[in-house]
């Protein structure tokens, strides 16, 4: 390793120094193509964060940049923000999709999508992430930072250096927008935010399209949330102040209906964390976790209760308050008995989950059909 990338790992404290250090790596990248790459379905805070690092790579002198991701923009209200603010985007499985590529960089992750291919010869430039990383990440520049609520709030710090935005320009509005949309997404309207989310607010506030930012964050329940909602009060099953329900199968473009599910939930008054998963698209059990309790990492909590992949790598992660998990079904996935599966799946969940709470599993848990 260089001189030069064992100064940007070791990454200073203020903020003027983590950008310039951002503004260094990326200067390895001027007139070659950098490819933004989004992990998972991609969420507020990744695209905003994605197209805020694309501004800052363009002013910089980085020759191309794309931002690729893999799995489906899967929520309507992600959709919306694409559309509105004319994001571009590349739907990608191989990353020779994009054509040459010469550098990677990673946005609210800190790895590589597994699903998508081709990555692992092109070196990674940098990792911008506010979530736990399983094993310390390797690029260029890395600033992970789990006491801030959104990567949306590191790009606002960024922006203010490296790239200052104006609010008579009409991109600078558009990415101050989206970054405010991120944060405020990710930090449940700024519930959960912390100081430097509020400060990294103020700046973006004097430059933002309001009227645009006010029909984004419209939170409209789709008909589709809805149904996922009541078949997750129907099995809703309380022990203490732990809740956790099975909602059946769900399709691949409403696998965001299971969160919104346990958003809902969280919120009963006499429960501080909650568990929602079903099964996706018939090839996965997904599941999302909402926690108020401060004793409960969401984490740690769910690799716990899952365990690992036989790569060593956690079904589940998260952060302070929220989490989430995908595991394959496997060759289960091959049965014709939808009933018989959803069964299996679902009393295997709540022996888990039970487990995890520190209660021996009872067969006499009802096991609902769906």
């Not at 600078?172 to 959960?192: K, P, V």
């Amino acid at each position: 390793m260089s001189e030069a990338v064992r100064r940007l790992n070791a990454l200073p404290n203020g903020p003027a120094e983590r950008a310039r250090a951002l503004g260094e790596a990326l200067g390895a990248a001027r007139g070659k193509h950098l490819l933004i790459s989004l992990r998972g379905h991609p969420d507020p805070d990744g695209i905003a964060s994605a197209l805020a690092l694309s501004h800052i790579a363009h002013r910089l002198g980085v020759g191309q940049v794309t931002v690729g991701y893999t799995h489906d923009l899967s929520h309507r209200e992600n959709r919306a923000l694409v559309k509105l603010l004319n994001i571009e985007l590349k739907k990608m499985r191989n990353i020779s999709e994009a054509g040459k590529v010469d550098f990677l960089a990673f946005v609210d992750a800190h790895d590589v999508d597994p699903d998508f291919g081709g990555a692992g010869e092109v070196e990674v430039l940098a990792i911008i992430d506010h979530h736990r990383a399983h094993s310390p990440p390797k690029a260029r520049f890395v600033d992970m930072r789990l006491e801030v609520g959104a990567t949306a709030t590191m790009f606002a710090e960024y922006l203010q250096e490296l790239a200052p935005l104006d609010s008579a320009s009409e991109e600078d509005r558009r990415i101050a927008t989206a970054l405010m949309h991120g944060m405020a997404t990710d930090t449940d309207d700024f519930q959960l935010a912390r100081g430097v989310d509020f400060r990294a607010a103020g700046y973006l506030t004097e430059v933002c399209d309001k009227d645009l930012l006010a029909d984004l964050s419209r939170r409209l329940i789709a008909p589709e949330a809805m149904d996922v909602i009541a078949r997750a009060l129907a099995s809703l099953f309380v022990r203490r102040n732990f809740a956790m329900a099975g909602v059946g199968f769900v399709s691949e473009g409403d696998r965001d209906t299971i969160a919104q599910a346990a958003d809902f939930l969280v919120r009963r008054e006499d429960i501080d964390t909650v568990v929602v998963f079903g099964v996706v698209g018939e090839r996965f059990i997904e599941g999302s976790l909402r926690t108020h309790s401060a004793s409960v990492d969401p984490a740690a909590w769910l690799e716990q209760a899952f365990g690992h992949d036989d790569r060593g790598k956690a079904y589940g992660g998260g952060r302070r308050d929220k989490g989430g998990f995908r595991i394959p079904i496997g060759f289960l996935g091959r049965s014709t008995d939808r009933v018989q599966l959803w069964q299996l799946v679902e009393h295997s969940l709540r022996q888990a989950l039970l487990r995890q709470l520190g209660d021996e599993p009872s067969p006499a848990i009802p096991v609902a059909a769906s």
